[in-house]
């Protein structure tokens, strides 16, 4: 037994002698604006990450994500996510890196005007490639969402607007709604990681 556990704690203070940490994410925004309506939409998100490197094609990691759609009309919604993912890294060419992600995504919406929340849980395995600019420094791309399954449900409370302007608040009638696709290149992401 004690040589077990021996061969264990050698095991985990080599992986981690062996392991290499970075952080880094992505950050970006967008506005359009209608000019018959003289209405505005706006986005932003923002999604640190923290990743582990578990040897020269493994790695764990983490993605926090936050992200807002605003209207002039004050309508918006914030979602907030939360996306556990195993990378594997099936090609390195000099300072080139092709990988693929593994996402465990587990997200939560609530428009503020009215009251309404939405929540999701769901898979995507998600290409992207990988460049390094210095020993500590790489970009990143992810090459859309990929291949993913996702399942929606709402909670809380939903608001209806009235004519004189207010709205009237009621429980959320319970919908589920199962959504499946595969989106290569339909929107390209950059993120910057910094290596330790």
């Not at 309506?37 to 020269?56: A, C, M, Q, W």
């Not at 849980?121 to 290409?127: D, T």
Request: glycine share 10%.
């Amino acid at each position: 037994m004690k040589r077990i556990i021996l061969t264990l704690v050698t095991f985990a203070l080599v992986a981690t002698i062996n392991a290499q940490v970075s952080i880094g994410g992505e950050i970006g925004f967008g506005t359009a604006h209608t000019h018959q309506t003289g209405s505005s939409d706006n986005s932003f998100f923002i999604k640190p990450e923290v990743e582990y490197e578990l040897n020269d094609k493994f790695s764990l990691g983490l993605t926090l994500a936050y992200e807002y759609e605003g209207k002039t009309d004050e309508e918006h919604t914030n979602v907030w996510s939360i996306q556990p993912f195993l990378r594997y890294t099936f090609l390195e060419i000099g300072s080139f890196t092709a990988f693929v992600d593994g996402i465990l995504n587990f997200s939560t919406a609530h428009t503020h005007q009215y009251k309404k929340n939405t929540n999701s849980a769901g898979v995507l395995i998600r290409p992207g490639i990988g460049y390094r600019l210095t020993k500590h420094i790489s970009l990143d791309a992810h090459l859309g969402d990929g291949l993913y399954y996702s399942h929606v449900w709402n909670a809380g409370f939903e608001g209806d607007l009235n004519v004189d302007g207010t709205i009237s608040h009621k429980p959320q009638e319970k919908k589920n709604t199962n959504k499946f696709g595969f989106k290569l290149l339909s929107e390209i992401c950059f993120g910057i990681a910094y290596d330790f």
